[in-house]
């Protein structure tokens, strides 16, 4: 009931144009199709087929104590009787009422803000407020049909699905859901957002980092700076150690062709001079 309820309210909401109504009813949907499946797998691996209990279990079994059947009755009778007994209180025309102010709705909006005018103006606010909630509790339950059944039809396609793979043969065996099967590896894998994650954002992140360590750090900012630099310098000295032979003539020869110079220099700048 309380899922019915719920979805009926998301319904509404989206149709009165509040934001991610509908996107609220179409996921609760999905979530009803996959509750009704765990659940009806729960029964179906428990109760169905050969016995799956260990063996040291099944070598001493016992009764259920007391203390925890006189625990769940009143919870199974809560669970199977309680949303209709309450149903008025809960989520009918007694709602706001029962709640209080504990829950905010619209109308329980209309009812506290009717609640603080004068005396005249309170009577009438109220009024009003009672009118609204009314008016918003018959709107809410004036749902299309196929919105009223929808929690109905995804329950059992749930566990239609879930019959369908648990009850057709070993319930244990491979396939869609089981290893080797699509959904069981797009499960098991964590919907392999690990690898689209290592795909997108890792290995672009790597590959950009290495390009800027090669390209940029090493060819371009070594390269060009200290060891360009240095490189250059070194590769000048090798070659002009290449020109110290040892040989003192080496030397003569060089020195007079430097004195030579250095005369037909003057002697040009002189000559200009005139």
Not at 215 to 235: H, L, M, N, S
Request: charged letters at 15%.
């Amino acid at each position: 009931m309380s899922k019915d309820a719920i979805l009926e309210a998301a319904w509404a909401a989206g149709e009165a144009g509040r934001a991610f109504g509908n996107y609220a009813f179409w996921l609760g949907l999905i979530a009803a199709v996959f509750t009704a499946f765990y659940s009806w797998r729960l029964i179906f691996l428990t109760f169905w087929g050969p016995s799956r209990v260990p063996e040291e279990v099944r070598k001493h079994p016992h009764s259920v104590p007391t203390i925890m059947l006189a625990t769940l009755a009143p919870l199974a009778i809560g669970a199977l009787f309680g949303g209709m007994a309450f149903y008025k209180d809960f989520v009918g025309p007694n709602a706001n009422k029962f709640w209080n102010g504990a829950l905010y709705t619209a109308s329980a909006a209309e009812h506290g803000a009717a609640a603080h005018g004068d005396d005249h103006g309170a009577a009438a606010g109220e009024s009003h407020g009672e009118g609204a909630a009314k008016a918003a509790h018959d709107e809410e339950h004036h749902v299309p049909v196929w919105v009223l059944w929808a929690p109905f039809i995804a329950m059992a396609a749930g566990a239609s699905a879930a019959g369908f793979q648990y009850l057709n043969g070993d319930p244990l065996k491979p396939g869609v859901l089981r290893p080797g099967g699509m959904i069981y590896g797009f499960l098991k894998n964590k919907w392999y957002f690990d690898e689209i994650y290592d795909f997108l954002l890792v290995k672009p992140a790597l590959w950009f980092g290495r390009f800027l360590w090669t390209e940029g750090d090493g060819k371009t900012i070594d390269g060009v700076g200290p060891d360009g630099v240095a490189g250059a310098i070194a590769q000048g000295a090798r070659r002009i150690v290449k020109v110290q032979s040892g040989y003192m003539y080496h030397y003569a020869f060089v020195m007079l062709v430097g004195i030579a110079a250095l005369v037909t220099f003057i002697v040009v700048r002189a000559g200009g001079g005139q």
